[in-house]
T-cell receptor, first 113, second 110 residues
Framework: KQEVTQIPAALSVPEGENLVLNCSFT??????LQWFRQDPGKGLTSLLL?????REQTSGRLNASLDKSSGRSTLYIAASQPGDSATYLC????????????FGQGTTLQVKP | DTAVSQTPKYLVTQMGNDKSIKCEQN?????MYWYKQDSKKFLKIMFS???????INETVPNRFSPKSPDKAHLNLHINSLELGDSAVYFC?????????FGSGTRLTVV
């Protein structure tokens, strides 16, 4: 069964800290992996997309890595800011044809000023 | 210009009613989806259409019926609403594996 797990469920850090969010998945034969951000009461914003042939992607202070063999991805946030406070969702696509995504439960991040 | 837009944003209705949620994307994508986010914030796919053809139906009760009049629109009709249908419903579209989501419709059944 294809499943995605995110740990921890919640994280609180002081402003300025570097932090890592974890995502693990069963079945290493993935097509791609996408990290999303969701603010309370809002939709999902795509942060980074990693194709199965890639090992990492970077956008500004965000870096996402992918290790298919161990079934893991990490989202690294450098120099965290209060504006980074949100829920971060990891989603895995196992089928390129359908584009279906299976989501983890998310990590809710609070960055304290 | 909103890429994936869905209406209404909020919907409060009584049990037993029938309601529809509309979704439109102006990205030119062939594939569109409906996802449901439950009270624990867990997102799960319900349906997917590719160029107006149903390609995914994830064991959703047949009270839920998607309709795609053209590849830019995917509407969701729900019959005989139940309390357990209360959730946030997200529409999405994708191209080459990258998904774009609408802002969601919060459905509350009372």
């Amino acid at each position: 069964k294809q499943e995605v797990t995110q740990i921890p469920a919640a994280l609180s850090v002081p402003e300025g800290e570097n932090l890592v969010l974890n995502c693990s998945f069963t079945d290493s034969a993935i097509y791609n992996l996408q990290w999303f951000r969701q603010d309370p009461g809002k939709g999902l914003t795509s942060l980074l997309l990693i194709q199965s042939s890639q090992r990492e992607q970077t956008s500004g202070r965000l870096n996402a890595s992918l290790d298919k063999s161990s079934g893991r991805s990490t989202l690294y946030i450098a120099a965290s800011q209060p504006g980074d406070s949100a829920t971060y969702l990891c989603a895995v696509g196992w089928s390129g044809n359908t584009g279906k995504l299976i989501f983890g439960q998310g990590t809710t991040l609070q960055v304290k000023p | 210009d909103t890429a994936v837009s869905q209406t209404p944003k909020y919907l409060v209705t009584q049990m037993g009613n029938d309601k529809s949620i509309k979704c439109e994307q102006n990205l030119g994508h062939d594939t569109m989806y409906w996802y449901k986010q439950d009270s624990k914030k867990f997102l799960k796919i319900m349906f997917s259409y590719n160029n107006k053809e149903l390609i995914i139906n994830e064991t959703v009760p047949n009270r839920f019926s998607p309709k795609s009049p053209d590849k830019a629109h995917l509407n969701l009709h729900i019959n005989s609403l139940e309390l357990g249908d209360s959730a946030v419903y997200f529409c999405a579209s994708s191209v080459r594996g990258t998904a774009f989501f609408g802002s969601g419709t919060r459905l509350t059944v009372v």
